[in-house]
């Protein structure tokens, strides 16, 4: 602030703690902008600061090379700060991920940015970090890297992925058994019905009736573990696709729930790869569960299309939102948590927007496998 914009008192308190040292650096707003005072020895707390870090602390040039990094990183790369001033940004990164830090860079042209790579260790072993690059000089000189290690965060995507992996093929083989097995012996316990009726004549009325009703009940029976086996694992997707399987899901949900759902989705996606499918299927599973739990209204929205190399699925309602503890709540053995692990491992991301005006579930997945946050099509 200029000098003239201080009372006495303010001053006073001002120059007590500079004495006190309390204070490291000062800004004054002259005509031409903003300068910035030091004090004696004022980049000592910010260096220790920095030193201490957990995360590791990196200023890159002009030309992408490191000119400063902390204890940390060198630790975390298993090296010395020697060894990596000096070195280009670029080479330290995965030759798959350079293309992620270069578009990191176009984007801090405008503001800060951050995104997932691979740092390479001497030996050769990848870790994934997560950069989150601000510029230190207002002409750009210096950028200021923040590298934070998602080894634990990855390690636990990846269990996640291996526990989902299991449970969907342990739903196709009890979908399998269910169908394959209990399916027939009931279609055989009806044809044995069907024949005690219609070779016995001195059955009584009532015996009569007996039997018809065990026959409609056991075809009742049939007719919902057929149900189940397919909602555990719908036969379609492997046959006929994503878009298949979601239509008979839906129709199946609209005739159990007088739900209207509004469909828009392309005749033919192409080639999608079973997990994607799978994923996408259950995104759909559990978001009209949560309609009919939560919305309070009778119709909804799903959308699928293919933005680029992205697929994009939208399910909108217009009702009265989800309550703020459904992000826990579970059904059908997936809950909204589960959904955006799966999409995640994908590469992918998951946005739930509820409120009073009702709920939008937006599910984005690359074709190609993972990718960049900065490459993804706005939501």
């Known amino acids: 602030m200029l000098p003239g914009d201080l009372n006495i008192d303010e001053t006073t308190q001002i120059i007590e703690a500079i004495r006190a040292g309390c204070v490291d650096a000062f800004v004054v707003e002259e005509r031409e902008g903003h300068t910035v005072y030091t004090l004696h020895n004022a980049d000592l707390p910010y260096s220790t600061l920095v030193q201490r870090m957990q995360q590791g602390a990196v200023m890159l040039n002009t030309a992408g090379e490191v000119i400063y990094c902390n204890v940390s990183l060198s630790v975390l790369l298993g090296t010395s700060v020697d060894t990596l001033v000096g070195t280009r ?21 405008h503001e800060a940015s951050d995104g997932e790579v691979r740092l390479l260790r001497p030996d050769g072993k990848p870790l994934w970090v997560r950069l989150s690059l601000n510029p230190l000089m207002r002409d750009g000189s210096i950028i200021g890297v923040l590298v934070t290690d998602l080894t634990t965060e990855k390690s636990y995507t ?53 039997i018809e009703d065990s026959a409609l009940m056991v075809g009742e029976v049939s007719k919902e573990i057929r149900t189940v ?34 469909l828009d989705m392309p005749s033919n996606l192409g080639s999608v790869s079973p ?4 994923a996408l299927f259950r995104v759909v599973q559990e978001s009209l569960t949560n309609v009919y739990r939560h919305s309070g209204c009778d119709c909804c929205a799903i959308k699928l299309q293919a933005e680029q190399d992205w697929l994009r699925l939208e399910i909108r309602d217009e009702g009265k939102g989800m309550p703020k503890n459904s992000e826990s709540a579970e059904s059908s ?47």
């Open 158 to 210: 990846e269990l996640t992925a291996r526990i989902q992996r299991v449970q969907d093929e342990e739903r196709r083989n009890i979908a399998r058994e269910l169908h394959d097995s209990v399916g027939q012996l009931l279609s055989a316990v009806i044809m044995n019905l069907n024949a005690l009726q219609n070779g016995a004549s001195n059955l009584s009325a009532a015996q009569s009736k007996l």
């Open 275 to 278: 997990e994607i499918e799978i």
């Open 333 to 379: 053995g997936v809950g909204l948590r589960g959904m955006r692990e799966r999409v995640r491992h994908l590469g992918g991301t998951l946005d739930v927007d509820s409120s009073g005006k009702g709920t939008a579930v937006i599910a984005m997945v690359p074709l190609n496998g993972p990718a960049s946050r900065e490459s993804r099509p706005s939501v």
């Open 229 to 262: 086996s397919h909602l555990l694992h719908p036969p379609l997707l492997g046959l006929a696709g994503l878009c298949s399987a979601i239509r008979w899901y839906v129709d199946g949900f609209s005739e159990r729930s007088h739900i209207s759902v509004q």
């Open 89 to 109: 940004m670029q080479d330290l990164v995965h030759a798959d991920d350079r293309k992620v830090l270069q578009q990191l860079l176009e984007t801090l042209q």
